[in-house]
Nanobody, 115 residues
Framework: QVQLVESGGGLVQAGGSLRLSCAPS????????MGWYRQAPGKQRDLVAT???????NYADSVNGRFTISRDNAKNTVYLQMNSLKPEDTAVYYC?????????WGQGTQVTVSS
């Protein structure tokens, strides 16, 4: 069974940057959209950003202008560049890839922003 593997999380000071990556553990095909979500302790999982196969992007208002999502279609890899990080960005970040038939999630990577 294919799983998504995230990397790049960690501890950073407010104002700093991190870059998350996510790639499947096995072969996948026909992936349409990719995205990043996050879940803070005691809160629901929320959308951070999505990107379609054509490159159209969508961002949550809270990260617009600070985060950038991108993808490498040849590698089926999605990235999230996070700049100007704030303590309220602290959460477990999950990647997701899906098409009409499949819906894959990663196991999550912790991002902690200290004030």
């Amino acid at each position: 069974q294919v799983q998504l593997v995230e990397s790049g999380g960690g501890l950073v000071q407010a104002g700093g940057s991190l870059r998350l990556s996510c790639a499947p553990s096995g072969s996948v095909s026909g992936i349409n959209a990719m995205g990043w979500y996050r879940q803070a302790p005691g809160k629901q999982r929320d959308l951070v950003a999505t990107i379609t196969s054509g490159g159209s992007t969508n961002y949550a208002d809270s990260v617009n202008g600070r985060f950038t999502i991108s993808r490498d279609n040849a590698k089926n890899t999605v990235y999230l560049q996070m700049n100007s990080l704030k303590p309220e960005d602290t959460a477990v970040y999950y990647c997701r890839m899906w098409n009409w038939l499949h819906n894959y999630w990663g196991q999550g990577t912790q991002v902690t922003v200290s004030s």
